[in-house]
């Protein structure tokens, strides 16, 4: 770790970077070429089952596939063959379908590509409203109180694959402005877009609105005002002051779309690349899924390069000459209606875990399947005729427990990694854009299923949006004056770690850790299907929801009071962290 | 007041700090931008759909496919069905309502001796415009029989073939078949002229096809266009062509139906049937059983008395207006409805073992818990397992669910790693015929025994139901085996589904096939 501030002529050396990103992409191919020696699942098996469903597994159609494939040559032959054809632009033949991977891989990229491409756009969209009113508010010095980013939250947590549902049922079959399925023009963008992006904006909104009263109580933001500069450009500045803090947040947040959309791409049947991989990775037929983590990590370190260059350029000057100013939020007022928020979205979850407790959350009546709310059940019951209150109410403490164990766990993995910035660049990249089924189906092929597995699967690839979060502010935070002035007063790593960089990071960390919290509750559930995480029929709101999906038209109850009992959490942490950081201040 | 002179932006003109490098780097960052917005139109990248083939041009049917291809519509893999489904490949023979075969490329045949048919050509010519001779057929079923892996239609047989003259075929196997022309109707087996068969052992159908429609293109695993094959032996087509889109998730399927988007969409999960017109609904009895398996072969359940307890306490019935939306039919054994002639030939299961008591179920776990498995691949088996769990709790069991992915846990089932699965299983293969189900899934030897039933009198049964020639006696005897296996508890079926098929109000002619082998033919039009 070299927290001390480093002397601004010296040019960093290159090296740690690169081969950070070199080191990481080989180890994420590596273990994904190991995948069906780890797993134990014989690939010859997988294999035959994805060409041919009702084919009976005799030892002799096996040992045909086998030698068809070549699998007793052992992973290394394999790897050595795939990567001596990329070269020449030959990524092999799929093991499932026989024809070459690289057009499908080509053609599945772009296609995602496109489609991360609309919903970036969405999702600059959304941030852009979300922080509206600060800008507006900030740019003319009317900044007074402090905002809790409910709308934020509130947007943040709707799991995008009931948003993905409601867009394709409502404006897909109901209205028909847009094809509800397919990937036929640019009208075929619009929903999918939407359903990826509006999550995303008001995630990055939220951590933008948060970041911006700093920039705009800074001196020259006075200073503009007084000499009466237009209200716009102060509100540019004030953006490009904080944006800089934000932009590594594209990569996991907006750039990880290319391969983490699966759920989006199903429900729309967009042929892109998550799909793919997924589809490659569940009949382990080893050339795609290679070709795809391979696509994933040039993207994730090109990306990264793109928006560390864009940092950059934004910062400019000052922050190679370590000149930036450190950015601290004004004592702003709290609301009071954050107080009400907070308090009512406590006693509402309180009532709904003891209202909950109270009943059998496995109980089932099939003659009750589907009973729209009533006094009986207050939420209404599912498919199978259990009570989702009830459901709802012992699931509680499981969801939000292993959630908040494994945010807290990513997050502070996040903030070490982060702290060796150059070399953590580039397993950052690499994580960034790995999806959590893929390291799920890693981690179910080593420990087999297992409670713990979707934690641990989510832990290795959520730390990422922390390092680079905490690798950007660490960096602007460094090239700060007061942190000079401390190192020539005296000052050891251990004091400008307590006193001056874990301040300046730890908050904005939190609330993007809190911004993420509904996501990682829909991810956990996500890995059900690889058998990792707690096993059916126990309820957690994640499953509550998945399990649900197909039921939002018929019954919108079994999906609503799960979506709203995820949001009233996501408000909560949000608005509580708020409230505590007043009162801790 | 002052002004920050480190202040990030430079700012406007006129301030004294303006710095070059930032205003460079913000038109870089704007090229960057533009760049990036222009990335769509360059890359290209959506399907190129036939947009102008849509609902106005002229008739042409959109159907919405459930399973994409994994082997570019290669017959020797899943794909084989789309090739019948869609009218696209025959066999020598077909299967009629009642599942016995009638004359497809072959107009008539006749068994010679034990092991010899020989079977008559009728005159038909390849959507390339060659011929239907005997030689191709000789070809074709010559490519089938050396696919690697074979197709599971000839996993227990040896077909050689012979070109007698221009149009006669003869079969000859190594030992006796009696159900060769119900095998010849299999979608694996059909007959694709020579540019079909590539060196390397690649089979594309495109073109190559006997049928009244002809695959013109194959776009990947999207989509497919089919035309009108106008040399059909059976007369033209009235459809002049289909517009083939795959897709997967049966929710997007539905909502493609309701949004007018596709007009057959098939295999409606059941779930989403009810979201459907009536007049666009369809159910249509399935080969599909789905039962619970009990494992004989270790664990709790090598217990006889267990077992019976178990079979006493499911109620597959419970499962029928619950979980299948009222798309099932509550289990009568092994064969369903969809197969016709099951039930008058029903054999009564007589000297079941008694089940035992919840009392005697809590000595006999000894403690244990039962290892209840099922797969997310379809939408209902996780939720029937939900209503199972409470049904043999009840019955005193110690439940706990083990559910995944099919792929994740097949080694597991196949290693006996549980006691029950829920399991849903096609019960009449490519062969129309349900020996070859029967003694893959329950005799002693068989591959896919995940029962573990390892049984003289079940093994008796089925080998004297495959060794019967004469259809009807066949058919009595494997119901006879039937009730050996059920005698066992080493299955207990719950339901019989049902698939629900959406068609558009506006089309007429939709086949209606219980196998699923079936879809659109010549007469398949919209009104």
Known sequence: ????????????????????????????????????????????????????????PTPSELAAVRGQLGLDEGPLVHL????????????????????????????????????????FGVTVLVAGLVCARTVFLGSRRRLRQDRAGTTAAVLASLPKFLLASVLATVCGVGWGWFPSSGWEGPQSMVLPSLALGIPSGAMLGGMLG????????????????????????????????????????????????????????????????????????????????????????????????????LRHALLGRPLRDG????????????????????????????????????RDPLQVDTAARLLSPSLEHPLGTDALGRDLLARLGHGALRTAGVALAVTAVSAAIGLLLGMTPRASAGPTEVASTLPAVLAGLLIAGVTGPSVWGAACAVCVVGWSPYAAQTAALLEQERASGHIAASVALG??????????????????????????????????????????????????????????????????????????????????????????????? | MLASPIKPEPGRSGQPDRSTTGSDMRTTSRGLIAALALTPLLAGCFAPGDSDAGAASGGRLRVALAVPPVRALSPYSNDATVLSKLSVAEGLTALDKNGTAEPALAKSWKQDGATTWTFELRKAEFQDGTELTAQAVVDALDHAGTAKPKPRVLSDVSLTAKAEDADTVTLTTTSPDPVLPLRLASPALAILSAKAYAKDGAVSPVGAGTGPFEITRLNGKTKATLDRFDGYWGGKAKAPGIDVSWVADGTARANALRGGEADIAEWIPTAQAKLLDKKTRHEVPSVRTDSLILNTGSGLFTDAGLRAAAREAVDGSALVDSVFGGYADPAQGLFGPAVPWAADKRAEVTGRTKAATAAEVKTGTKGRTLRLATYTNRAELPEAAAVLQQQLERAGF???????????????????????????????????????????DFTSEGVYNIAGLKNASVDKAIRAAAAERDTGSRQEKIMRAEAEILRTDAVVPLVHEQAVQGVAADVEGVILDPRERSLIDVDTHLK
């Open chain 1, 1 to 56: 770790m070299s927290l001390a501030h480093a002397p601004a002529a010296a040019r960093p050396s290159l090296w740690p970077a690169a081969a950070g990103r070199v080191l990481a992409g080989v180890a994420l191919l590596g273990a994904v070429a190991l995948l069906p020696w780890l797993s134990g699942a014989d690939p010859a098996r997988t294999v035959l089952r994805a060409r041919s469903a009702d084919q009976n």
């Open chain 1, 80 to 119: 050595a063959h795939w990567l001596g054809g990329l070269p020449g632009g030959d990524a092999g033949v799929s093991w499932v379908s026989g024809a070459p991977v690289m057009p499908q891989v080509g053609t599945a990229l772009s296609v995602s590509l496109t489609l991360m491409l609309g919903a």
């Open chain 1, 210 to 309: 948060q970041a911006l009263p700093a920039a705009f109580h800074e001196p020259w933001a006075r200073t503009a005002y007084a000499i009466g500069l237009p209200p716009g450009h102060i509100a540019r500045d004030g953006l490009r002051r904080t944006l800089p803090g934000i932009l590594p947040q594209l990569l996991p947040t907006v750039v990880a779309l290319v391969g983490g959309a699966v759920s989006v791409e199903k429900i729309f049947n967009i042929p892109g690349l998550g799909r793919l991989a997924l589809e490659a990775a569940v009949a382990q037929d080893l050339p795609v899924l290679q070709t795809a983590t391979l696509a994933l990590v040039l993207l994730g370190v090109a990306a990264g390069m793109l928006i560390r260059a």
């Open chain 1, 323 to 358: 000149a930036l100013p450190a950015l601290h939020r004004p004592p702003l007022t709290v609301p009071r209606s954050l107080r009400w928020v907070t308090t009512a979205c406590a006693l509402l979850l309180l009532a709904l875990v003891t209202a909950g407790l109270l």
């Open chain 1, 491 to 585: 000052a050891g790593r251990l004091h400008l770690l307590r006193r001056h960089l874990l301040p300046a990071v730890v908050p904005a960390l939190l609330r993007n850790a809190l911004l993420r919290l509904p996501t990682t509750v829909l991810v956990l559930a996500s890995l059900g299907f690889l058998g990792l995480g707690e096993q059916p029929p126990t309820p957690e709101w994640g499953r509550l929801l998945s399990e649900n999906q197909p039921y939002a038209e018929l019954a919108p109850w079994t999906v609503l009071g799960p979506a709203a009992a995820l949001v009233v959490l996501s408000v909560l942490a949000v608005t509580g962290s708020v409230l505590g950081r007043r009162n801790g201040a």
């Open chain 2, 398 to 440: 110690t439940v706990k669910q083990d559910v995944r992915e099919y792929t994740q846990m097949e080694g597991d089932l196949l290693a006996g790693k549980y006691d029950a699965l829920v399991f849903s299983r096609v019960t009449l293969l490519d062969t129309g015929d349900a020996v070859d189900y029967l003694a893959s």
